[in-house]
Every structure is written in C-alpha cells, then in structure tokens.
C-alpha cells in the first residue's frame, strides 16, 4: 500500500513570495490534515478536512494560508505572502476517516521550507 | 486539555547500550499514547501505540513502550540501539474519544555513537 505523498520536498523561497504544497493521502483514506513543524517543536494541526470539506482550521493563519481538497482527495496548502516565521516543515497525514477509536493517522515525508 | 513533556531534548547513547526516552502527559480525559520517529529529511513513521490492554507496547525495530497511568508516564526504551536508530523521536496523546487531536511532545533527539 502506498504511502502519503507529498511534494515538493524542499522549496526555498523570498520573503513575500507565494508557494504551494501538495500532498496525496493513501488511498481511500477520508480524512486529510496539513501540519505544521517548527525546527525543534513537534507538529502543530493547521487544518483537517473530512473528504473534501473543513473540519477544523481554527490554528490557520487564514490572512496568508489557505488550503483545500476539492475532490476529497488530494490537498494543495497554500502560503501568500510567506513570512520568515513560516520555515517550516509542512507534513501531511491521512487516516481512514471512520468511527473507529484505534483509527491511526498516517505522515507523508513533508516539504521543508525555507523563507530567506 | 492535553499536554505531553519530553524532558530530554537529545539523548547520546553508545551503539550496543540501552535507551530510555522519557515522556509524560496530562490529561483530564482518558488518552491512547503514540510514540513516532523521524528520520533526518523524512516524515513521521509510527513506532507503537497504546490504546487498551497490556501496558507493555511492543513496536517496530524492537523498542517498546510501558504505559503507567499512575505517573502519567509512556517511556519508550531499546535494550541495544543501532547507528540506525539515530533519529528525532516524539510522542504523542489524544483523546480517546477524539481520533482527530493528536498532540505531539517537542521530539527527543537520539544520537548513537559507534
């Protein structure tokens, strides 16, 4: 089975200037969630989606981020303007999306981004 | 709410030798424990989880975990760390009820030495 994809995997960009992420969950999983990473912090929730619609975005800096999953499948995040503040690395997850308590979440390998 | 403490930022350990990775939580709700490994340059990888049952957790690459609800504690230890189990390790907790709020400590950094 294939694992969450994400790409690019590493992108350096100018203050100010606007990049996407993309990421592609395994497949037939319904919930999608974009994280963030801070250089020695553990990841931080910016937004979930249940198929294709918001289940929370209450930690998205929604004046800069956006983020959406059209077709309940893949998601792309979105940072315009970045902010030196925004180095990160943005994960992806994905999990099945059922009742089921013991249901796990499942990381992508991430995009490392650096904002000069 | 939830929080979750890994004292040790880095811990540096010889090859051969055990290990032991500290974590505490607090909760006001029962929680299931996650512990994941980051390798450099790569994503989260599961290692084990407790949800129910024996407190004993045993995962992938021969680490396990011992919950104990009492000191509110999830510590995950190897009895002979490899070069390969160089990495930044995190756990995590959430809420039973809540399959969505994982919330992650800030990762302990293992080092192995040769």
């Known amino acids: 089975e294939a694992g969450v994809a994400q790409s690019p995997r590493y992108k350096i960009i100018e203050k100010r200037q606007s990049v996407a992420f993309w990421c592609n969950p395994i497949s037939g999983h319904a919930t999608l969630y974009w994280y963030q990473q801070i250089l020695g912090q553990g990841p931080k929730l910016l937004i979930q989606f249940q198929n294709n619609g918001v289940v929370d975005d209450s930690q998205l800096p929604k004046d800069r981020f956006s983020a959406e999953r059209l077709k309940g499948v893949d998601s792309t995040l979105k940072i315009q303007p970045a902010k030196l503040e925004d180095s990160a690395v943005y994960l992806c997850?994905?999990?099945?999306?059922?009742?089921?308590?013991?249901?796990?979440?499942?990381f992508g390998p991430g995009t490392r981004l650096t904002v000069l | 709410a939830q929080s979750v403490t890994q004292l040790d930022s880095q811990v540096p350990v010889f090859e051969e030798a055990p290990v032991e990775l500290r974590c505490n939580y607090s909760?006001?709700?029962?929680?299931?424990l996650f512990w994941y490994v980051q390798y450099p340059n790569q994503g989260l990888q599961l290692l084990l989880k407790y949800l129910s049952g024996s407190t004993l957790v045993k995962g992938i690459n021969g680490f396990e975990a011992e919950f104990n609800k009492s000191q509110t504690s999830f510590h995950l230890r190897k009895p002979s760390v490899h070069i390969s189990d160089t990495a930044e390790y995190f756990c995590a907790v959430r809420p039973v009820w809540n399959t969505d709020k994982l919330i992650f400590g800030t990762g302990t950094r293992l080092q192995v030495f040769p």
């Open positions: 909760s006001s709700v029962s929680v299931y």
């Open positions: 997850a994905s999990r099945a999306g059922g009742q089921a308590q013991t249901d796990t979440q499942y």
